[in-house]
């Protein structure tokens, strides 16, 4: 069971609405469905909360170090209160997938994320579960770094807010660790725009009533 959930990000805000942040938003809005406040706590280097679902501890934590640091405050929190890597669930921004589209996994690479690979580095150890918020790809590899620390444009913030709000939909079965449930819902793409309606084709000629018998 999940016992640990952190959103990745960027302190500050003008990173506040960039693309790296969706693990701080998919976070504040798990902690606005669990009505807790996320409080300042320099022990574990970042913003948390604890809170409990059906009498177990819960933990909600968003690392105030910039990204490349971020295990530093996942590993201390994990540390003191002796929760093992299979028990925490990280949400990080992911550029492999388009925005709107979730992916939920466990273990696995870092795939050259910068939080990921302090998460492993310091909890020695990349037995645990992530949360990939699709975030789309710039197309050029060397646009990558522009492109996490940009703003969306708005069809495609609204598409990354639709996935969150479908995350946070799913966080009953996360918790319980039910995960095949919750990633059958997690994994349902977000559903296609209608096709506007095609024209209507253009009336028929009137044909006049003599056309036929004049004489």
Do not use: C
């Not at 693990?23 to 022990?43: D, H, I, M, N, Y």
């Not at 921004?93 to 910068?114: F, R, W």
């Amino acid at each position: 069971m999940i016992k640990l959930l952190v959103g990745l990000g960027n302190p500050g805000p003008e990173y506040e609405d960039t693309r790296h942040n969706a693990g701080f938003w998919w976070l504040e809005a798990v902690a606005r469905e669990l009505k807790v406040t996320l409080q300042p706590e320099r022990s574990y280097f970042g913003v948390m909360a604890r809170t409990t679902w059906e009498g177990r501890p819960l933990w909600l934590l968003e690392p105030m170090t910039y990204m490349n640091r971020s295990g530093q405050a996942v590993g201390a929190l994990a540390r003191f209160f002796k929760i093992a890597p299979e028990e925490i669930l990280v949400a990080h921004d992911e550029l492999d997938l388009p925005p709107g589209e979730l992916k939920l996994k466990k273990g696995g690479g870092h795939a050259g994320h910068n939080g990921l690979r302090d998460i492993h580095a310091q909890l020695g150890n990349s037995d645990y579960w992530r949360l990939r918020i699709g975030i789309g790809h710039p197309g050029d590899k060397s646009e990558v770094a522009n492109w996490v620390l940009k703003k969306p444009a708005p069809d495609q913030r609204e598409a990354l807010h639709a996935s969150i709000d479908r995350a946070v939909r799913a966080l009953p079965d996360l918790l319980h660790g039910r995960m095949d449930k919750a990633t059958a819902h997690i994994h349902t793409s977000k559903p296609p725009r209608p096709k506007p309606p095609r024209p209507a084709p253009p009336a028929a000629a009137t044909i006049p009533p003599d056309a036929t018998n004049r004489t």
